[in-house]
C-alpha cells in the first residue's frame, strides 16, 4: 500500500468513527493486527494517542516515532477468543477459566511492581455470543469485574493514567 493510500485509511477511519459517534478516534487497532512500516509515525502524526496492534508486553509501553508520541495498549494473543476457540481448541468452560487465570496472575503481578497491567480480552461476536460459550464467559466476567484489584477502564483511560502517573508523559 503506498503512502497515500495508508493516509486516506486513516483519515476515512477518522472521519467515519467522528460521524458516527461525535467523538475524535484516538486509538488503531488495524484488521489482522497489520501495519507498514510507517503506520506508527503516521498514526502519531494524526494525533492518536495509542495503537493496540503490538502484543509484546502487559504494561503500556512507549512506541518510539519519527515526531510526536504513541502508546501501545497491549493486546493478548493468549486470550483472544478467535485463537482459544479455532486455534487451541477450547470449551468455553476452558476459555472462561484461562481469562481468570490470566487475571489472577497479571493483578498478582501488578500488584507485586506497583505498575499494573493491562488485561485485553480480543472478542468475536460470532464467536464468543455463541449460546454455549456466552454463560461461562459472563461468569468470567463477573468474577473479574468484582474483584477490587480490577480497574474497568477504556484504553484512552489507561494510556491517560500512565501519561500522568507512570513517566510515560516523559516520552
Not at 502524526?45 to 512506541?63: G, K, M
Not at 486455534?87 to 481468570?100: F, K, P, Q, T
Request: overall charge negative; glycine content about 8%.
Amino acid at each position: 500500500m503506498s503512502e497515500a493510500q495508508e493516509r486516506a485509511i486513516i483519515e476515512d477511519s477518522i472521519e467515519t468513527v467522528q460521524r458516527a459517534t461525535g467523538q475524535r478516534i484516538r486509538g488503531w487497532l488495524a484488521p489482522a493486527l497489520t501495519h507498514t512500516p510507517r503506520t506508527l509515525d503516521l498514526l502519531a502524526e494524526y494525533d492518536f494517542t495509542y495503537t493496540c496492534d503490538l502484543y509484546h508486553d502487559d504494561a503500556v509501553q512507549a512506541v518510539k516515532v519519527a515526531k510526536g508520541s504513541l502508546a501501545s495498549i497491549p493486546y493478548s494473543l493468549e486470550v483472544n477468543d478467535h485463537y482459544g476457540f479455532n486455534v487451541y481448541g477450547m470449551s468455553g468452560r476452558e476459555y472462561a477459566d484461562s481469562l481468570i487465570q490470566q487475571f489472577d496472575r497479571l493483578a498478582e503481578e501488578g500488584e507485586r511492581t506497583g505498575a499494573g497491567t493491562v488485561m485485553c480480552i480480543p472478542l468475536h461476536a460470532y464467536l464468543i455470543g455463541q449460546p454455549h460459550r456466552i454463560g461461562p464467559f459472563e461468569e468470567a466476567l463477573a468474577r473479574i469485574a468484582a474483584d477490587p484489584r480490577c480497574w474497568k477502564a477504556r484504553a484512552g483511560e489507561i494510556v491517560d493514567h500512565w501519561r500522568h502517573h507512570d513517566g510515560g508523559a516523559a516520552q
